[in-house]
């Protein structure tokens, strides 16, 4: 049986939906985000992020009432991760915000699910959507390592994967701190993954993994938010890649480092998940 939505649950959605419309207004953007269809998306995530995935969010006090560009390790083979990241800023973090998911183009073809997904506000993460929405005040939130860090084998799972440059070239641009983000727990709702590469190339499929499970199971989700990163602007708006790739490499150091303490201090799924937890140090 799913989780319920309380009386206590919707007064505070509410609640949060009043705030958002002081924030954003009620008519749909130019990228589909409609706030009231948002709102009654939560009324289903919402039980699901607190009594299904039982997340725990640390580091709230890091988040100030101003614009960030939201920086994550991506795992759980699908956007789960981003879903719970999502909920945690608008029904947790005050002021509530809605975080702009930048998605990968293969995910807007998704029949149905881009469509909902927009109305909640995901983007396709191309760089002039991205500057637009930064011009505009907006928060967004982006996963550096793109495919490969959201579809890992079960041997990689809590090693994080190399980023990409173009994050850190938009907050230089935009002059944008960067806020990173660790998510530990989503890698044991698909547990024992095997990626066929090989067969998802030959269909056009970003990622084919084969699972023993094909539904999330209840794994305990911590959320992780770090200190904000200012970035270099000592450089130009367009440096060398040889420039920034020693900032880039320190802020998915620092990542790798809160998953590696979330790992220590996660909560037990089930014993059979022992095996699992030195995965983000190194093993």
Same mark, same amino acid.
């Given at each position: 049986?799913?989780?319920?939505?309380?009386?206590?649950?919707?007064?505070?959605?509410?609640?949060?939906?009043?705030?958002?419309?002081?924030?954003?207004?009620?008519?749909?953007?130019?990228?589909?985000?409609?706030?009231?269809?948002?709102?009654?998306?939560?009324?289903?995530?919402?039980?699901?992020? @607190?009594?299904?995935?039982?997340?725990?969010?640390?580091?709230?006090?890091?988040?100030?009432?101003?614009?960030?560009?939201?920086?994550?390790?991506?795992?759980?083979?699908?956007?789960?991760?981003?879903?719970?990241?999502?909920?945690?800023?608008?029904?947790?973090?005050?002021?509530?915000?809605?975080?702009?998911?930048?998605?990968?183009?293969?995910?807007?073809?998704?029949?149905?699910?881009?469509?909902?997904?927009?109305?909640?506000?995901?983007?396709?993460?191309?760089?002039?959507?991205?500057?637009?929405?930064?011009?505009?005040?907006?928060?967004?939130?982006?996963?550096?390592?793109?495919?490969?860090?959201?579809? @890992?084998?079960?041997?990689?799972?809590?090693?994080?994967?190399?980023?990409?440059?173009?994050?850190?070239?938009?907050?230089?641009?935009?002059?944008?701190?960067?806020?990173?983000?660790?998510?530990?727990?989503?890698?044991?709702?698909?547990?024992?993954?095997?990626?066929?590469?090989?067969?998802?190339?030959?269909?056009?499929?970003?990622?084919?993994?084969?699972?023993?499970?094909?539904?999330?199971?209840?794994?305990?989700?911590?959320?992780?938010?770090?200190?904000?990163?200012?970035?270099?602007?000592?450089?130009?708006?367009?440096?060398?890649?040889?420039?920034?790739?020693?900032?880039?490499?320190?802020?998915?150091?620092?990542?790798?480092?809160?998953?590696?303490?979330?790992?220590?201090?996660?909560?037990?799924?089930?014993?059979?998940?022992?095996?699992?937890?030195?995965?983000?140090?190194?093993?």
């Amino acid at each position: 049986m799913l989780p319920i939505l309380t009386k206590e649950d919707k007064k505070e959605i509410d609640n949060v939906f009043n705030e958002l419309v002081v924030r954003y207004g009620e008519r749909e953007d130019a990228w589909g985000l409609n706030l009231r269809k948002a709102c009654n998306n939560i009324k289903y995530i919402y039980p699901l992020y @607190k009594n299904y995935f039982k997340v725990r969010l640390f580091g709230k006090e890091n988040v100030q009432d101003k614009q960030y560009m939201v920086v994550s390790n991506h795992s759980g083979q699908i956007a789960i991760d981003g879903l719970l990241i999502g909920t945690a800023f608008s029904m947790e973090i005050k002021p509530s915000r809605i975080l702009r998911p930048m998605v990968e183009r293969f995910f807007t073809s998704l029949p149905f699910i881009n469509k909902w997904a927009n109305e909640c506000g995901a983007v396709l993460g191309d760089r002039d959507n991205c500057m637009n929405l930064l011009e505009k005040g907006e928060s967004l939130l982006i996963f550096p390592e793109g495919v490969r860090g959201v579809a @890992k084998s079960t041997k990689d799972f809590y090693k994080v994967q190399e980023f990409t440059r173009g994050f850190y070239r938009m907050a230089i641009k935009a002059g944008i701190e960067i806020l990173p983000v660790a998510v530990v727990g989503a890698e044991e709702v698909f547990p024992y993954v095997y990626q066929a590469k090989g067969i998802a190339k030959k269909f056009g499929l970003p990622a084919l993994p084969l699972s023993a499970n094909y539904f999330p199971l209840p794994s305990p989700i911590d959320i992780y938010v770090g200190k904000p990163i200012k970035p270099e602007t000592a450089i130009s708006d367009d440096p060398a890649d040889s420039e920034i790739d020693p900032l880039i490499d320190q802020i998915e150091a620092e990542i790798q480092h809160m998953i590696d303490d979330g790992l220590d201090n996660r909560r037990e799924f089930w014993p059979i998940m022992k095996e699992n937890k030195g995965h983000g140090h190194g093993e």
